[in-house]
């Protein structure tokens, strides 16, 4: 039986995607910042394939305790969801710089510390694969939400750093948008998905990558877009000195 790990899933898109997996017959490892309080993660806990873990994407000893807890155990996917994503939309002049600091730490620099964490589960599974939801705010050219725009924006990189160092181990890092998804994080429009829409697209995708999508951005329906490489497929190595 395949095992998933799972963060931030106590609600919205992460509980969805737990209910996904377990509904697809997969031992899912879900941490939650306070699993005492996850009433409806814990309702899904009739399962002996669930097991809640307490981590907090604030505090790096809580993910080494989770690797400690974990005791080795592999991972086929580990699917990095949890995120800060309530934050003010600032004008320009008036940025939270203490917020944004948060931001970076649980949104870009955690799923590094868990990548870190959890390599050799992930590298001790059959299918040895990293997903992390990302967002398209990142890469779009609006202004508005530059904290949250700015970290999903490093997620993506991370992803691209992971797979670039983790490649020769044959262990896929992949990352992607769920959609517009109606959760506390989003306002539902009368088009946004619903959770359980966005963890099915993804739950077809995420289990089936295979290195060759290493490094790849994806939207849900399965298409791939940019990370970040087409100024260098644009201009190789930027400024160099004319030859001759
Ligand atoms: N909804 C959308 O339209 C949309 C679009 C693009 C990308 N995304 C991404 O999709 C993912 C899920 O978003 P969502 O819409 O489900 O958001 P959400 O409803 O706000 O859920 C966020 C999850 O992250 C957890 N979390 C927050 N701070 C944490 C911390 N310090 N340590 C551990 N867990 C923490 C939350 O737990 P608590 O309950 O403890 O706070 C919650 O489980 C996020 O990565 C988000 O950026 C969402």
Redesign the pocket.
């Known amino acids: 039986m395949p095992n998933a790990l799972i963060?931030?899933?106590?609600?919205?898109?992460?509980l969805a995607l737990v209910r996904t997996a377990l509904t697809d017959g997969w031992r899912v490892y879900a941490t939650?910042?306070?699993p005492a309080e996850a009433t409806d993660l814990r309702g899904l806990a009739g399962e002996d394939r669930l097991t809640i873990l307490p981590?907090?994407?604030?505090d790096f000893a809580s993910i080494d305790r989770l690797a400690g807890h974990l005791d080795g155990a592999p991972i086929d996917v580990l699917l990095s969801?949890?995120?800060?994503?309530?934050t003010k939309n600032t004008a320009f002049g008036e940025t939270d710089y203490d917020d944004w600091a948060d931001l970076s730490r649980?949104n870009a620099m955690a799923p590094m510390r868990l990548a870190e964490a959890l390599v050799e589960n992930v590298a001790a599974s059959q299918r040895k694969i990293m997903f992390f939801?990302s967002?398209r705010?990142g890469p779009n050219p609006n202004f508005g939400f530059v904290n949250y725009r700015a970290t999903?924006s490093a997620l993506s990189q991370v992803a691209l750093q992971i797979a670039l160092a983790l490649k020769e181990r044959s262990i896929v890092s992949s990352c992607g948008?769920?959609?517009?998804?109606a959760?506390?994080?989003?306002a539902a429009g009368t088009d946004a998905l619903t959770?359980g829409e966005s963890a099915q697209m993804l739950w077809r995708i995420i289990p089936n990558l295979t290195i060759a999508d290493t490094g790849r951005f994806f939207d849900p329906d399965g298409s791939t877009l940019p990370i970040v490489t087409q100024q260098h497929d644009a201009k190789p190595y930027g400024m160099t000195r004319p030859v001759g």
């Open positions: 963060t931030g899933s106590n609600r919205g898109l992460g939650a910042r306070r981590m907090d994407l604030m969801n949890g995120a800060i994503t309530g649980a939801i967002s705010i999903k948008h769920p959609g517009w998804v959760t506390k994080a989003a959770p």
